[in-house]
C-alpha cells in the first residue's frame, strides 16, 4: 500500500500487535487484533509516543516512551503488524499536542504506566490517577485535553482498536510496522 504524505496539521494514531507475550495474554483476553496505540507528529512515524515499555527486555517496567520501528520494543518485535490512521486536527490542536508531548518529554519521570487500570479493564471497572496512563488511556486523553472533540466519545475503558472508530480518521496503511517507511511517497 502507498501512504501519501500528509499536511503538518495532522497526527498519526499508530495501533499496533507486537507479538510479546503480554500483547499475546491480551489478545486471547480482548479477542482485539490490535493491544497498543501510539500517536506520532511525523508523517514517516520515526517517532512515536505512548505509554509502554522502557526496555524492550522487561515488560514489568513502564511509563512515558518514544518509539520507533527502528529502536526499541519495536525493532526487537520487527514483525509487528499496525495500523496507522491520520487525523487532521487543525493548526491549533497539532502545536498544542506537541508542546503538551515536549512537557511529559522533558518532565517523564513524573509520569507513569498505570497497570492498576489494565488490570481494572479486565473487570471491566476504571481508574483515574494523575499522571498514570495505559497507551490508550493516553492517546485518548492528549487527544480530549487539545480539543479534538470526537475522542470524547471514545470509551472510558478504551481498547486501541477503538481508535478505528473515530470519525475523522483515514486508514492510511495497514501491514508491518517495519515496512510502513518504506511506503512513505515524498
Given amino acids: 500500500m502507498v501512504v501519501k504524505k500528509y499536511m503538518a496539521n495532522n497526527v498519526y494514531l499508530v495501533i499496533s500487535q507486537t507479538g510479546t507475550v503480554l500483547s499475546r495474554i491480551l489478545k486471547l483476553i480482548t479477542k482485539a487484533d490490535y493491544n497498543h496505540s501510539s500517536i506520532s507528529l511525523r508523517d514517516d512515524l520515526h517517532c512515536m509516543y505512548s505509554f509502554g515499555r522502557m526496555n524492550p527486555y ?9 518509539e520507533s520501528a527502528e529502536w526499541g520494543t519495536f525493532k526487537r518485535f520487527s514483525e509487528t503488524k499496525a495500523i496507522v490512521l491520520s487525523l487532521d486536527v487543525g493548526e491549533v490542536s497539532y502545536n498544542s499536542i506537541k508542546n503538551e508531548i515536549s512537557y511529559m518529554l522533558e518532565n517523564r519521570k513524573n509520569f507513569h504506566y498505570n497497570y492498576l487500570a489494565l488490570f481494572l479493564a479486565l473487570v471491566k471497572k476504571t481508574v483515574k490517577r494523575k499522571n498514570y496512563y495505559d497507551c490508550s488511556e493516553f492517546v485518548r486523553d492528549i487527544l480530549i485535553r487539545n480539543g479534538i472533540e470526537s475522542a470524547r466519545d471514545l470509551p472510558e475503558i478504551i481498547k486501541p482498536i477503538h ?6 480518521t483515514k486508514e492510511i496503511y495497514k501491514g508491518k510496522l517495519r515496512e510502513f517507511k518504506q511506503t512513505v511517497k515524498n
Avoid: A, R, T
Fill in 58 to 66: 522487561n515488560p514489568f517496567w513502564g511509563g512515558f516512551v518514544e
Fill in 163 to 168: 481508535f478505528l472508530s473515530l470519525p475523522d
